[in-house]
């Protein structure tokens, strides 16, 4: 975000707590101002994915199964879950709204891993198509970026725990 100034910096992230906490220690060192206005957007569709009753509130050691599920059928989820498709859409219409709120604004997105990988694999795939896709717009580029050989990828753009990541370079081909 070197370039742009604090005060149009907007940030955008997840409602759970530990988002709260990593967006407010990223907006102090870079001294965004969090009493001059509000800064941090909370949107439900940047939750973190639901992996589905039988893994909820379980430790990351069952995340290698659902990856694998993922990488066969990404329409499909875990049982009682959400696939990846369902957070991609999710995450697309968190992406509509953002555009629709902040115009040339720097934009800080805080959420959770594979809701990330998913976001940022789903950009690369509607930034690749952007000359030739749909009606241009960014509904449609979205749109036409989740399909099954896409999304099957996004573990290619896995995240380290508070890894900072710019979307709109991206970091492989689609």
């Given at each position: 975000?070197a370039g742009?100034?604090l005060?149009?910096?907007?940030?955008?992230?997840?409602?759970?707590?530990?988002?709260?906490?990593?967006?407010?220690?990223?907006a102090?060192?870079?001294?965004?101002?969090?009493n001059?206005?509000?800064?941090i957007?909370?949107?439900?569709?940047?939750?973190e994915?639901y992996?589905?009753?039988?893994?909820?509130?379980?430790?990351?050691?069952?995340?290698?199964?659902?990856?694998?599920?993922?990488?066969?059928?990404?329409?499909v989820?875990?049982?009682?879950?959400e696939?990846?498709?369902?957070v991609a859409?999710?995450?697309?219409?968190?992406?509509?709204?953002?555009?629709?709120?902040v115009?040339g604004?720097?934009?800080l997105?805080?959420?959770?891993g594979d809701?990330l990988?998913?976001?940022?694999?789903v950009?690369?795939?509607?930034?690749?198509?952007?000359?030739?896709a749909?009606?241009?717009?960014?509904?449609?580029?979205f749109a036409?970026a989740i399909?099954?050989?896409v999304l099957?990828?996004?573990?290619e753009?896995?995240?380290?725990?508070g890894e900072?990541r710019?979307l709109a370079?991206p970091?492989?081909?689609i």
């Amino acid at each position: 975000m070197a370039g742009i100034p604090l005060d149009q910096v907007r940030i955008f992230a997840s409602p759970f707590s530990r988002t709260l906490e990593t967006a407010k220690v990223v907006a102090d060192s870079m001294g965004v101002l969090m009493n001059a206005k509000p800064t941090i957007k909370f949107l439900e569709e940047l939750r973190e994915r639901y992996f589905g009753p039988p893994l909820e509130l379980q430790s990351h050691e069952h995340y290698p199964e659902i990856w694998a599920i993922d990488a066969i059928d990404p329409l499909v989820g875990p049982d009682g879950g959400e696939s990846v498709a369902d957070v991609a859409i999710r995450v697309s219409e968190a992406i509509m709204q953002m555009e629709s709120e902040v115009q040339g604004c720097g934009v800080l997105v805080v959420s959770h891993g594979d809701t990330l990988q998913i976001l940022q694999t789903v950009t690369y795939a509607a930034l690749a198509t952007m000359s030739s896709a749909g009606d241009g717009t960014l509904a449609s580029l979205f749109a036409d970026a989740i399909t099954r050989p896409v999304l099957s990828r996004h573990r290619e753009y896995s995240l380290l725990t508070g890894e900072l990541r710019r979307l709109a370079e991206p970091v492989k081909d689609i």
